[in-house]
């Protein structure tokens, strides 16, 4: 079957990092993505791996293991701004390959 | 360049009305997918279509759920005879192509607030 597991909430502090972690059993793998999504608003493209390693844009990493089945998303120099639910994607190419397999998100508290 | 949009931003029905959600995807994009999202859940995969095509329905409901992408105008999400289990945030995004390899990464809509009453 398809899964994709998120913590559901995390708590963080202004100026600190924060790593968010998904995990993932997909059939096939074509490529992970994560949003950031502000109550009440659209989801944000954020990243895309779909090879190993670290991808580093501004405050804002993300890595991928798919030997693991393990991704996670790295903030630094956390801002009150970056309080919103952080939102972890498949691609699944065991399925259609277009469609994204989401998981339910993490919502982070940034705190002063 | 304009971004995905949706409207109406907010929709209030009362039960057995028809809801109809619009989605123009950013210019240059011909696939659009609906997604529902329900408060502090994921988003749920509804349809995926291109124009004049529907290429995958499996997750809308089969009653009362229709969507279309005509080659003129916005796609549209239509719910017949709602029932206040329909009220959810209904998003549609859109992206430039799609295929077995790419990045094809959607950009979404702001999305429409339905709520049945």
């Known amino acids: 079957g398809q899964n994709i597991d998120q913590p559901t909430e995390m708590t963080a502090t202004e100026g600190a990092i924060v790593q968010i972690n998904c995990t993932y059993q997909t059939s096939g793998f074509n490529g992970l993505f994560w949003y950031q999504q502000h109550a009440g608003e659209a989801p944000t493209f954020l990243s895309y791996?779909?090879l190993d390693g670290l991808e580093e844009k501004g405050r804002f990493s993300s890595f991928l293991s798919r030997s693991k089945g393990y991704s996670y998303l790295l903030l630094k120099e956390l801002q009150m701004k970056d309080s919103a639910s952080y939102l972890c994607?498949?691609?699944?190419?065991?399925?259609?390959?277009?469609?994204?397999?989401w998981g339910a998100g993490t919502k982070l508290i940034i705190k002063p | 360049n304009a971004g995905v949009m949706q409207n109406p931003r907010h929709l209030v029905r009362r039960r057995g009305q028809e809801a109809r959600l619009r989605c123009s995807p950013m210019?240059?994009?011909?696939?659009v997918y609906w997604y529902r999202q329900l408060p502090e859940e994921g988003l749920k995969f509804m349809v995926y279509?291109?124009?004049?095509?529907?290429?995958?329905e499996s997750g809308m409901p089969k009653e009362r759920f229709s969507a279309e992408f005509p080659k003129e105008g916005p796609s549209i999400l239509r719910i017949q005879q709602v029932v206040r289990g329909d009220s959810a945030a209904y998003f549609c995004a859109s992206s430039p192509t799609s295929g077995p390899t790419g990045r094809e990464t959607q950009y979404f809509g702001p999305g429409t607030r339905l709520l049945v009453l």
């Open positions: 994607a498949v691609r699944d190419l065991g399925g259609s390959n277009y469609q994204l397999i």
């Open positions: 791996n779909v």
């Open positions: 279509l291109q124009k004049e095509n529907i290429i995958d």
């Open positions: 210019k240059g994009h011909s696939h």
